[in-house]
């Protein structure tokens, strides 16, 4: 038994600082207007000030990074700076995805993890682009969102690369047969602006493990009993 | 002993000196004897509560426009910020 706890004391530091192969892949920040952002500065009560935002949002971008680092099967994804405005860029929290599924960590609510599945299903079209050197394929995925008994088909581009034959990409959005390199989702853009390999250590995700986990659909059913109950009070 | 006379007195000396400067500023309102501190929380906290039920009615405008609770909720806290007067929580500060 006291051999036993002698291996183990002299493995331990060798296995916990083992260094494994990683790419990390850095991602800047586009933001663009759209139709429903026209729609909701022109009509909406509230436009003034969400034009402010986006002004502001747009002379920001350039400072906001993403990082996502992919070991196996496992990825992270977050932005560098919280404090910079975020607002347009559908940020929402760190993201680590598993083989199947994805868990969000709102960074606004801290102590809840959004836990759902991979089931985005994307159209690979025959539309092709360049970013950096590689030759990448655009693909069309829908988002469905379901609000008060309205639906609606927000469209996602995906510009991925076969020859990173990774199915990765920003936030969350993967299962391509390739690297998403770009990626336009609303106002936003995320843009590749340089990938590598290194060694880094295995990522620690226990954050994401220690919280409380809910589905986005209950997340959002909470949220508008909250909402409703305070609108009663 | 010299110890302990030194930490009295110094004790005694500081103790002192910070009840010097203890300023009794709680003015109270003539009218209803309301204390003003207290008023102005008040007047914060209903601020506070508007303001957040401001966040939930363009929450709620931005959802019916088809924008996902990630996009209508950062939407949402902008307006929040704004009615609080306060800058977005997430402007860049300097280093």
């Keep these: ?233 | 002993m010299k110890k302990l006379l030194f930490t009295a007195i110094a004790v005694v000396g500081f103790g002192l000196n910070s009840w010097g400067h203890t300023i009794e500023k709680e003015e109270i309102d003539s009218s209803n004897g309301t204390s003003n501190s207290i008023k102005s929380e008040i007047v914060e906290l209903e601020e506070g509560l508007n303001c957040r039920l401001e966040r939930f009615k363009a929450y709620t405008n931005f959802r019916s426009q088809g924008l996902s609770h990630e996009e209508a909720d950062s939407r949402a806290y902008a307006v929040f910020f704004a009615c609080m007067s306060v800058n977005s929580e997430f402007e860049l500060t300097p280093p």
């Design chain 1, 1 to 233: 038994m006291n051999r036993f706890f002698i291996i183990i004391f002299i493995i331990l530091p060798y296995v916990s600082t083992a260094q494994i192969n990683t790419y990390v892949f850095t991602y800047g920040m586009q933001i663009i207007s759209d139709e429903r952002h026209e729609s909701i500065v022109n009509k909406s009560e509230y436009g003034a000030i969400i034009h402010d935002l986006f002004v502001k949002a747009q002379n920001n971008q350039d400072k906001i990074k993403f990082e996502l680092i992919v070991q196996d099967s496992i990825t992270h994804f977050c932005i560098n700076d919280l404090r910079l405005n975020n607002s347009f860029t559908g940020y929402f929290g760190e993201i680590l995805t598993l083989k199947d599924s994805i868990y969000k960590n709102p960074y606004k609510v801290k102590n809840i993890t959004i836990v759902n599945p991979k089931n985005l299903t994307w159209e690979i079209t025959s539309d092709t682009l360049r970013i950096g050197g590689y030759l990448c394929i655009k693909a069309k995925g829908t988002e469905l969102v379901t609000y008060q008994n309205k639906t609606f088909y927000n469209p996602i581009y995906a510009w991925f690369c076969p020859d990173i034959p990774i199915s990765v990409g920003p936030n969350g959005f993967c299962g391509l047969p390739g690297a998403i390199l770009k990626l336009q989702k609303g106002n936003s853009i995320f843009g590749l602006i340089n990938f590598r390999k290194e060694s880094r250590p295995m990522l620690v995700a226990s954050n994401f493990f220690q919280k409380k986990k809910i589905t986005q659909e209950l997340y959002h059913q909470k949220l508008e009993e909250q909402i409703s109950n305070f609108e009663n009070d």
